[in-house]
């Protein structure tokens, strides 16, 4: 990966040309001007182009599923998606939709590679993330196709950072084959409830067992630690519980290791769908507000660790 | 047994058991006709405290399976750190909770502890317990001399001015004045460290009762979560102490509070700075010259001297008390007065083989400490652990209470002077 502070001179790798930004000059609209004065011959050549005012609008919403170093970018006319996967057991997407950026062009069909998410997040993240309102980071990611680095423009009051992080081979993301046809129990419950159980799992426990059920319990979260078990039941009828969809009584467990890392999701999210199949398989899909209140998701998949009946 | 408590009870429950955790690492729960008691101890055995909850504070308490076996109900023991998380919360629990259930079944090896919460939704969990006897201190407070009962914030607001990392501080009291100073132990810590003294004024207090005066040190680390307590549900604190009457006896100070559905004592071990005790002294009776000389003489006299609202009085009496060490003093005939008539027989007092040992260490500090034996009532006091004179076993249940003689007594165990101590109940001996 290599980084250039690009303040007074023009850009020199090829295909990237900017206009020379002086440190001196300030501008009202800092985030679209410095960026959008690039040529248009230039972007004939990425074959992807995706441009947000608020780059924290990608990189909160990643954050959610930075559990692992290598993520496996898909790009599509419909959006981004972003895989991250654990062991075989776990896969994690987010999906950030074509109409959150400002900007999104696409000229193949399907763009994908492999790249660290651990760097792209810090270079996200690069003038520091600051929350002061009305001081955002603009980003404007660029991909030329396979073989070149992932390059990132980022800006901020007036600085603009090139970044471009080396890609790799995309490896194919594992397909659950989590079908809605194949679906026995879902319900979907608002995330405020589940934080706070999430937050008190007893962390000394291997597993997390869920018990989905048309009857008593209905659902329930189990934890079996060091010191005792515990529950943690939500009746069909709670007030939480905006959808009951169940129609076999399951139990099944999942590694507490595995699970562990979706509570950034969650923290994220407003509500929370839970979903498994006939072979035990869960699904999580969390509905995550950007800063700007527009919609993105985030699911988690996860094999169980063995079969409860 | 099971029982009920409401959501603002819950609340009230858990600050107990954050009070408790502060002591030791195990928490003793013993289900009584009387209530549930709340018990723990830390490892040292030098603190104690017991939180007892009557009926009247659930909203409903069932004993279960007393009556059919004639058993006792069980008494288990559980590790701390597996209960308080569960209220480590508490301002989620008073948000969230609206009941929690507690019940200890026969059968099986766990406390089910059940919150039923806002939102249809409810948390169950099963900790793990071992059956124990039952932890008991018993500690006569009627036969204290010194009794001082302080409203909710008082004490509270002494303690806020040590730093936290403060292990043992000093009460000191008279009859004109009370005051809580820090406690360093060596001579070397006094250039370094600053010290803290609060000095208040008996008409702060809601009784104030000063049979001799006394100069206690305890650990304060421990006392906090009573304090806390205290000051979260606005009780006043009463605190029960003795002066140390002779050099070789120490006697604890209990701290405590109630309402009218609840009690918590903390009782906490006092420490004795044996360099006071120098071989000059003598050691088979309690020597009613001495009654304030183990602090007095490692503070500077200074000190008491500077402050400037201590009347004259008082200055007079703590010089006396510091010269005490090297010469008789002549005590005010209050002083000698009080001492024979607090209750402590010279009989109790340690026998004399083990005094020299004592008084002839080099000098060291001497904790006593409480020592809480799993004893059945009907075990022989003689075969009591080796080497210990101690003449009668704590109680192990409530109906043996009742009976027990409200008296406490002591033995001595080892050459390193540790002491074994045992009390009666202060609960049940508390006649105000």
């Known amino acids: 990966m290599t980084v250039e502070e690009d303040e007074n001179g023009s850009c020199d790798t090829p295909g990237a040309i900017l206009q020379n930004i002086r440190p001196t000059r300030r501008s009202t609209t800092f985030a679209t001007m410095p960026l959008s004065t690039q040529s248009q011959a230039d972007d004939e050549q990425y074959v992807l182009v995706a441009s947000l005012d608020n780059a924290r609008n990608l990189s909160n919403i990643l954050k959610a599923i930075t559990f692992k170093d290598h993520a496996i970018f898909t790009a599509t006319p419909n959006g981004l998606k972003v895989t991250v996967e654990d062991s075989k057991c776990l896969q994690a997407n987010a999906f950030i939709q074509a109409e959150i950026f400002q900007e999104y062009t696409i000229k193949e069909d399907l763009v994908g590679f492999q790249i660290n998410l651990t760097v792209l997040l810090d270079c996200l993240n690069i003038f520091g993330g600051s929350t002061v309102p009305g001081v955002s980071t603009a980003l404007r990611m660029c991909y030329r196709g396979y073989g070149y680095p992932l390059t990132l423009f980022l800006e901020e009051a007036g600085v603009v950072t090139v970044c471009k992080i080396n890609t790799q081979e995309p490896e194919e993301p594992i397909d659950f084959e989590f079908c809605s046809n194949n679906v026995t129990n879902k319900v979907i419950l608002q995330s405020e409830s589940l934080k706070e159980a999430f937050s008190e799992l007893d962390m000394t426990s291997e597993v997390l067992q869920i018990t989905m059920s048309p009857s008593q319990p209905y659902f329930r979260l189990s934890t079996f630690g060091s010191s005792g078990n515990a529950h943690y039941d939500y009746s069909k009828d709670s007030d939480m519980m905006e959808l009951f969809r169940c129609t076999k009584t399951q139990t099944n467990r999942y590694k507490m290791s595995l699970l562990k890392p979706s509570t950034k999701a969650l923290a994220l999210s407003c509500k929370v769908s839970v979903r498994t199949d006939s072979r035990g398989f869960l699904s999580l899909q969390y509905l995550v507000r950007n800063d700007d209140g527009q919609i993105c998701f985030v699911e988690y998949y996860c094999c169980p660790d063995e079969e409860v009946d | 047994m099971d029982c009920v408590l409401d959501g603002n009870c819950v609340k009230a429950f858990g600050k107990a058991i954050h009070a408790l955790s502060r002591i030791g690492d195990e928490l003793w729960l013993d289900p009584m006709v009387r209530g549930l008691a709340l018990r723990s101890v830390n490892s040292a055995h030098s603190a104690y405290a017991c939180f007892l909850f009557s009926p009247l504070f659930f909203q409903q308490y069932n004993l279960g399976s007393v009556s059919e076996e004639g058993n006792e109900t069980i008494k288990c023991k559980l590790v701390i750190k597996s209960v308080l998380p569960l209220f480590r919360c508490l301002s989620s629990i008073e948000r969230n909770v609206k009941r929690c ?194 602090h007095a003489a490692t503070l500077p006299v200074g000190s008491c001297e500077a402050r400037s609202n201590i009347p004259h009085d008082i200055t007079a009496v703590t010089e006396l008390v510091t010269s005490s060490q090297d010469s008789p003093i002549i005590n005010p005939p209050a002083l000698m007065q009080l001492l024979p008539q607090t209750d402590i027989p010279n009989e109790f007092c340690v026998p004399d083989a083990a005094c020299p040992s004592t008084s002839t260490t080099p000098a060291s500090t001497v904790i006593c400490s409480l020592l809480f034996r799993a004893l059945s009532s009907d075990e022989d006091d003689d075969s009591c652990a080796a080497g210990l004179n101690v003449l009668a076993c704590y109680s192990d249940g409530e109906e043996t209470m009742e009976d027990y003689p409200r008296s406490f007594l002591l033995g001595e165990v080892t050459q390193d002077a540790l002491h074994i101590l045992t009390f009666c109940d202060v609960a049940q001996s508390r006649s105000k």
């Open chain 2, 101 to 294: 259930q507690i019940s200890i079944s026969a059968p099986c090896d766990r406390v089910m502890i059940r919150f039923f919460c806002r939102h249809g939704i409810t948390k169950t969990h099963n900790v793990r317990f071992q059956e124990s006897e039952a932890l008991q201190a018993v500690f006569a407070s009627h036969l204290c001399p010194n009794v001082l009962k302080a409203p909710a914030r008082l004490l509270g607001d002494m303690v806020t001015h040590f730093p936290v990392s403060q292990e043992e501080i000093t009460l000191s009291m008279t009859s004109l004045r009370v005051s809580l100073r820090n406690y360093f132990e060596g001579a070397k810590d006094h250039i370094k460290t600053m010290h803290t003294e609060i000095s208040l004024h008996p008409e702060e207090f809601d009784y104030f009762q000063v049979g001799v005066d006394s100069d206690i040190t305890f650990c304060l680390k421990e006392l906090r979560g009573l304090l806390a307590f205290a000051e979260s549900h606005c009780l006043p604190v009463s605190v029960h102490s003795s002066a140390t009457g002779s050099c070789v006896v120490c006697r604890p100070v209990c701290f405590s509070v109630e309402d009218m559905v609840l009690e918590a004592t903390v009782v906490l071990a006092t420490l004795i700075d044996s360099e006071i005790r120098g071989p000059s002294q003598p050691t088979e009776t309690p020597v009613p010259t001495t009654p304030r000389c183990v």
